[in-house]
């Protein structure tokens, strides 16, 4: 199973590329409450649907086809089950234009029964838990089911008592297909899908493809809504949709034309988004996003839908090949866009230390502390659904105009604007969403950290305790903006090098 660490850490990438111009948009300020209701539920407003039946678990001695270096086991005081979730799910066909504007109007299509499944982390006791539900769109990227999304945020998903669940919703992930993004060392495993992998374990199983992924979905978080075996006894109040990269973009078309109609989650948590979402397809196929880039109309979030989005993007996705820059909008009582300096599409925490290190992208990939600001992403969404208090507003990067906008830099070559943490501000490297020199696409993807020059490095800091004071003063900082969480505050201090500075 290693050779899964290596998929899952790099499974939230994508290929292709983009163009288009964006506005040098700035929006700041401090925690405000939205116009939102506190604690609403949506329960009154929520239509009725068909459910995923999840009574069948999936048994066997052999760990589920999913992971990352996070999830060698099963963290203190949580249990992990895999089940299939079936049923007979609606595929969508727009009636009108997929509008720029998102305010896009699905109707059922054809129907077909499907087969998939589920992973379930949750805690042992149902009293441990918060009430809250992160359900992740799996990623298939890089040819097989991964979780990059708990891989950034199982520290702050665990700690405060949430459930877990991760839904092998797309057609490649349980039948196999074309793999976007090339993993070193797994290419014996890469888009097999999980029926080949394993047969024993999930040979049973039957995706109709992509275009039923968005009910399928659907269905999923209404039968957790109602408890049950999956649930261990415990009845969710808030559902939260998570995805990353591809699956940030499926989150975007769900968002745009499913949500209107479900109404099936109370918050989503979209994660490296590109400009165009995912398309709608034919039975049988896959959502060919490479094909989507670059072809697709960019779109935003609609902004007439209850539910709260937190559009989480790195320094590399705003003007790299997903070329967010282009879908920038507004902050809103409902909408929030967090972009974060020195910071890539992926980086060392989401591969792992000794897979990052065998890269050869002629430069040391990124090793910003995006995982913390995302941890502090998800809360502040949780506590926006659930109080109606939302998330601090924060700068956009700054970009050059025309046609094809670049993030401005400092003379070191750091990211100007966005969120700002001390490895950016207090720095002795420049990490960066700028790749390395080797021109593969996983590496534009893993951007670059570059230790300072000596001399630079003497200008700033007279001594390793003056750079040490002005690290923590800078973590104090971010901390109290609301974009890192206190109880993260030793991780971001563990970030402080100063093995380079003289005195």
Known sequence: MRPLLVICAVAG??????????????????PERSGLPAGRSMARKRPAGPAADLSQEIRGENRPFIGAAVDAKVPVGYVEHEYVASGTATAYKPNGPLSRDGRWTFEPDTRARYRTRILVRRPAHPAD???????????????VDANPDYASL?????????VW???SAQLIGVEGGPVLVKAPGAEDIVG????????????????PGDGYSFDIFTQVARALRTGGRPMGGMKPRWLLAAGESQSALALTTYYDGVQPLTRAFDGFFVHSRA???????????????????GKNAPTIFRTDVDAPVLDLQAESDVTGILDSVVVRQPDSDRFRLWEVAGTAHADVHLLGAPIAAKLNCGTPINNGPMHLVAKAALH???????????????PRLNVTAGTTPEIRRNADGIALGGIRTPPVDVPTAVVSGVPGPNPALLCLLLGSTKPLPAARLARLYPSRAA???RYDIDADRVIKAGFVLEADRDPLLAFADSSRIKG
């Open 129 to 143: 838990s918060s009430g809250s539900v992160v359900v992740e769109w799996l990623n298939v990227s890089g040819g």
């Open 467 to 469: 750079y040490q004071r």
């Open 165 to 167: 669940v991760g839904v």
């Open 275 to 293: 400009s165009v979402s995912i398309p709608l397809v034919a039975p049988g196929k896959y959502a060919d996003l490479a094909g989507s880039i």
């Open 154 to 162: 199982a520290a702050e998903i665990t700690r405060r008592g949430d």
């Open 380 to 394: 502040r969404l949780d506590e926006w659904v659930r109080t109606g208090h939302a998330p601090p507003r924060a």
């Open 192 to 207: 097999k899908g999980l029926k080949v992998l394993d047969p024993a374990r999930y040979g049973s199983l039957e995706h």
């Open 13 to 30: 990438l994508l290929t292709s590329a983009c163009t288009g111009g964006g506005h040098n948009e700035q929006a700041q300020g401090l």
